[in-house]
Structures are given as structure tokens and as C-alpha cells.
């Protein structure tokens, strides 16, 4: 009777093997895989903020703010600046006020032409690699 129930016993462990292998691969990709998206995410996030804050700084610099920082790197935005003058008004990261509901009315610069009330919005976007290369 062992004699018979020998193969079905070998097909039993292979398909138990099968099994934890495929959960052993389903852990790797929870512990491993699904972090490194967060974390990609997150470094999005700051590239971002940082080729927004180099822009902000160039921005300054042709407008010939005087700039307490020699580098683009080392400039940190102030989410709102009005010139001496009283020219030119810079917001950096600031929600917008409209008359209707908008989902994402962040701009990350705004400037206001005081005189004649006019506003530049600057949105920034930074494309994935797998997007460049497709195009």
C-alpha cells in the first residue's frame, strides 16, 4: 500500500514546494518592491522641490533680487516676497483663491505684476525616464 501511495506523496511535496516558493516570491516583492515605490515617490517629491527652488533662484536673479545665497542650492524660497518697489509680488508654493472649486490649485510660483495686475502662474513638472525615452 506505501508502494502506491509513494508517487502521490512525491506530487504532494512538489506541489508543497511550489507553494512556498511562491510565497517566498509574493514576501520578497511586500518587503522589497513596495517600499522602493514609497521611496521613489518620495525622492520625486524632493526633485521637485529642489527644480522649483532653482527656478525660483533664477527667477530672483534676472529680476536682480539681491540673494542671500551665492547657489542655487543653498537658496530656500520664502512663500511670499514683495519687492522693495513694490513692483513685483512672488509666492512660492501657495494655494490660489478662484470662485469655483479647483482639485489642485497649488501653484509653485506666482508672480503678480502689481502694476498692472497681472499674474504669471509657473507650474513645474519633471517627467519619468521611461516617459522620455518613449518619446
Same mark, same amino acid.
Given at each position: 500500500m506505501s508502494e502506491k501511495l509513494a508517487p502521490l506523496i512525491r506530487k504532494l511535496r512538489s506541489i508543497i514546494i511550489i507553494i512556498i516558493i511562491i510565497i517566498i516570491i509574493i514576501i520578497i516583492i511586500i518587503i522589497i518592491i513596495i517600499p522602493? %515605490?514609497?521611496?521613489?515617490?518620495? %525622492?520625486y517629491i524632493k526633485i521637485h522641490y529642489r527644480m522649483c527652488a532653482q527656478l525660483h533662484f533664477n527667477i530672483y536673479k534676472e529680476m536682480r533680487v539681491k540673494l542671500d545665497k551665492k547657489q542655487w542650492y543653498d537658496h530656500v524660497p520664502k512663500s511670499f516676497e514683495t519687492r522693495p518697489e513694490?513692483?513685483? =509680488? =512672488?509666492?512660492y508654493k501657495q494655494h490660489v483663491q478662484t470662485n469655483r472649486t479647483i482639485p489642485n490649485n497649488k501653484s509653485e510660483i506666482l508672480i503678480r505684476d502689481n502694476k498692472q495686475d497681472t499674474y504669471m502662474f509657473i507650474n513645474v513638472a519633471i517627467p519619468g525616464d521611461r516617459n522620455v525615452i518613449k518619446k
Amino acid at each position: 500500500m506505501s508502494e502506491k501511495l509513494a508517487p502521490l506523496i512525491r506530487k504532494l511535496r512538489s506541489i508543497i514546494i511550489i507553494i512556498i516558493i511562491i510565497i517566498i516570491i509574493i514576501i520578497i516583492i511586500i518587503i522589497i518592491i513596495i517600499p522602493c %515605490q514609497i521611496f521613489a515617490k518620495e %525622492q520625486y517629491i524632493k526633485i521637485h522641490y529642489r527644480m522649483c527652488a532653482q527656478l525660483h533662484f533664477n527667477i530672483y536673479k534676472e529680476m536682480r533680487v539681491k540673494l542671500d545665497k551665492k547657489q542655487w542650492y543653498d537658496h530656500v524660497p520664502k512663500s511670499f516676497e514683495t519687492r522693495p518697489e513694490g513692483k513685483v =509680488t =512672488t509666492f512660492y508654493k501657495q494655494h490660489v483663491q478662484t470662485n469655483r472649486t479647483i482639485p489642485n490649485n497649488k501653484s509653485e510660483i506666482l508672480i503678480r505684476d502689481n502694476k498692472q495686475d497681472t499674474y504669471m502662474f509657473i507650474n513645474v513638472a519633471i517627467p519619468g525616464d521611461r516617459n522620455v525615452i518613449k518619446k
